[in-house]
């Protein structure tokens, strides 16, 4: 079972997801034939989006050049919907299988924020990480396990790539947490009732 699987079948599972009140029919931003884009549920930032693929692959490094191009093409037209402040995005991932990683949901997912908070360059793994570019012909290896965290600008993604194996769950939250002097990182408990509904809100005025 796979909760993103769900969705990308039924978009209105989102309700029972988000309570009777949301009162939207679903949180898709953006859908294509291989992704989609959805408002993120228990964000500590706004905006906060995740962009996955339809097929169910674990990982970035798992999808094919079509796959990648329309990744890439959904995060160009985050950047068109000018809701980020800036016009380079802060991407993140927890690649691999759950089960040994740090990922909580065994389904491909980018999380996306602004990058003018500063999150990429908090991480450095120094020693621990390999630097690579990201297009849509380019990708690094599959590993098992990994973290990554990019910066997308101009059709690229500049990623820190991590293959150390940390299996420390929600890592990145409780990293972004930290940055921000919040103690708000879990996603079951961090959620702003009104956050998915300002976006979509945002979103639909561009």
């Given at each position: ?16 997801l ?6 939207y ?39 094919s ?93 500049e ?13 990145f ?34």
């Open positions: 079972m796979c909760i993103f699987c769900d969705e990308i079948k039924n978009p209105k599972l989102a309700k029972q988000l309570g009777e009140e949301f009162q029919e679903d949180r898709v931003l953006y859908s294509d034939d291989y992704v989609l884009a959805l408002a993120g549920y228990g964000p500590q930032v706004f905006p906060y989006v995740l962009v996955l693929t339809k097929r169910h692959i674990n990982s970035f490094a798992k999808t050049n079509i796959e990648r191009a329309h990744v890439l093409d959904c995060l160009k037209w985050l950047v068109k919907c000018r809701i980020f402040s800036s016009s380079k995005l802060c991407i993140f991932e927890h690649g691999g299988a759950s089960i040994s990683g740090s990922s909580s949901i065994d389904h491909f997912h980018l999380h996306v924020i602004d990058n003018s908070i500063g999150f990429f360059n908090s991480i450095d793994w120094k020693n621990d990480q390999v630097i690579y570019k990201i297009t849509e012909k380019n990708m690094f290896e599959d590993y098992k396990n990994y973290l990554m965290i990019g910066i997308y600008e101009n059709d690229c993604i990623a820190k790539i991590n293959m150390t194996n940390i299996k420390e769950p929600q890592y939250r409780k990293k972004l947490a930290l940055l921000l002097n919040s103690e708000q990182w879990d996603w079951k408990t961090g959620m702003n009732s009104n956050y998915i509904s300002d976006l979509i809100a945002l979103i639909n005025k561009r």
